[in-house]
């Protein structure tokens, strides 16, 4: 459930966006730095699935149909070598932490118009990866690896 926070105002465009990304960014380093919860564990519900669950269920809705053979995207071997590297990327063997997949300034509030007060509101995409390198990919993914709003985040 959402809490109103009094005097609060929505990132806008009248917002320094930067200044918000490299507060963002401190706090996925900060949640990144949050160790999985031990299986069987209450906090392990809040995490319903390992990394390696998470990509090979991805992997499987990926590749459930064949899509990108129909298209002429990819070739079987292009297809098989595609599935075969996510896959492998499943068992990666770098710490693992909680990381936010949508982090983003629409996710935040500024209480105040004090810049020390950023509050991210919107949780409920955590999942646990492996950090930081999840983390930062999903920013660049979204904002490009050379955006200032990605650099800010990795700043932060």
Not at 52 to 72: H, M, P, R, S, T
Request: net charge negative; with cysteine; hydrophobic share 40%.
């Amino acid at each position: 459930m959402a809490h109103f926070i009094p005097d609060s105002l929505p990132i806008t465009e009248t917002v320094d966006h930067i200044r918000v990304w490299r507060t963002l960014g401190y706090y996925a380093r900060s949640l990144n730095h949050i160790a999985p919860p031990e299986r069987g564990s209450e906090a392990a519900s809040l995490f319903p699935a390992t990394w390696e669950q998470q990509v090979n269920d991805d992997v499987a809705l990926i590749f459930k149909d064949d899509l990108w053979l129909a298209q002429g995207l990819l070739s079987s071997g292009q297809q098989d070598a595609l599935r075969r590297y996510l896959l492998e990327c499943a068992r990666s063997t770098a710490p693992q932490g909680v990381c936010q997949f949508d982090l983003t300034t629409a996710n935040a509030v500024i209480c105040n118009n004090d810049y020390e007060r950023v509050y991210l509101l919107d949780l409920e995409s955590a999942n646990i990866a492996p950090v930081p390198y999840y983390q930062l990919g999903c920013i660049a993914a979204e904002k490009g690896p050379e955006a200032a709003s990605t650099r800010a985040f990795f700043e932060g």
